[in-house]
């Protein structure tokens, strides 16, 4: 009888355990590098968004000219420095350098209390901001020259002024779409509308006022702020053929912003209310 010997093949813990201390080592450095170069090629920038200023009266979307003085104050004892949108869109696109803390400030539509209230405050503390402008609300204030801070929108004269003054940055809020009604909501596509409709209407409305930016400010654009935070996917080929490098929305917070020109659209920010306390809104900011 033939006997046929099978030689057992005895594990050895030892060296598996070698091995696997070896493969996790491995693991965590790649992965410990990869997220430190994110990190290093990436900066976080909060935007802030505010829209009225009155004195009497408060809410979601108005605040007190002394609610945002404390606000001013406190992103300058933090050590946080002011930008544009152009700023930020040149450190992307150019690698142009921006300060070490940098923050946005907005103010949406346009109203007249910006120059009244906010732009002194501004020159106060030597900050900078963007206001996007709803450019039918603008045609009617320049045509009427009203101006007052507790129902008026900037008029072209203004807006040409405080171009000047470097002190504030123009951005597009649609010309004739700032509206929540039952035929659209902002620039949102509807639902019936075929996407060569909608893209077109859409195209025309933001166009009137970059062209009238042009022809009234000498001044054109770069990022279109979408109202009331209302993005249809179809919108964004629209907005990168009319040549915006950024875009705008209303979602919460704070945006890691990279060398990729994409990082810069949809934009997120927080949405100053009146009802908290200045401490309390830029700790849920800066965590």
């Known amino acids: 009888m033939c006997m046929v010997h099978i030689k057992v093949f005895k594990f050895n813990y030892k060296i598996f355990y070698i091995l696997l201390a070896f493969i996790i080592m491995f693991t965590g450095t790649f992965i410990y590098t990869s997220v430190k170069a994110i990190n290093e090629n990436s900066i976080h920038v909060p935007i802030i968004m505010y829209h009225s200023i009155l004195k009497s009266q408060s809410g979601t979307y108005t605040i007190s000219p002394d609610i945002l003085e404390e606000d001013l104050k406190y992103i300058a004892e933090n050590g946080f420095t002011t930008i544009t949108m152009t700023d930020l ?34 020159k106060k503390y030597n900050m900078v901001a963007v206001i996007s402008i709803v450019g039918k609300y603008t045609d009617s204030y320049s045509e009427s020259d009203e101006a007052n ?10 807006i040409k002024q405080l171009i000047d003054s470097n002190i504030i940055e123009f951005q597009n809020h649609t010309y004739d779409l700032h509206s929540n009604t039952y035929k659209r909501k902002g620039c949102m596509k509807n639902k019936n509308e075929s996407k060569k409709e909608y893209e077109v209407m859409l195209y ?68 100053r209310p009146s009802y908290i306390s200045t401490y ?3 700790n849920k900011i800066i965590t």
């Open 280 to 282: 309390r809104f830029f």
């Open 204 to 271: 025309s409305d933001i166009y009137k006022l970059q062209q009238e930016f042009e022809y009234k400010a000498g001044y054109i654009p770069n990022t279109f702020t979408y109202p009331f935070g209302a993005i249809s996917k179809d919108s964004l080929d629209v907005i990168k053929k009319l040549g915006f490098k950024a875009s705008l929305s209303c979602n919460e917070g704070v945006n890691v912003i990279t060398k990729n020109p994409e990082c810069l659209y949809q934009l997120k920010r927080f949405n």
């Open 149 to 158: 801070p507790n129902y008026s929108y900037l008029r072209w004269k203004d």
């Open 89 to 122: 869109i040149k450190y992307v696109y150019y690698d142009s350098p921006l300060p070490e803390k940098p923050i946005i400030i907005t103010f949406d539509d346009g109203h007249y209390n910006n120059l009244t209230y906010a732009v002194p405050l501004l």
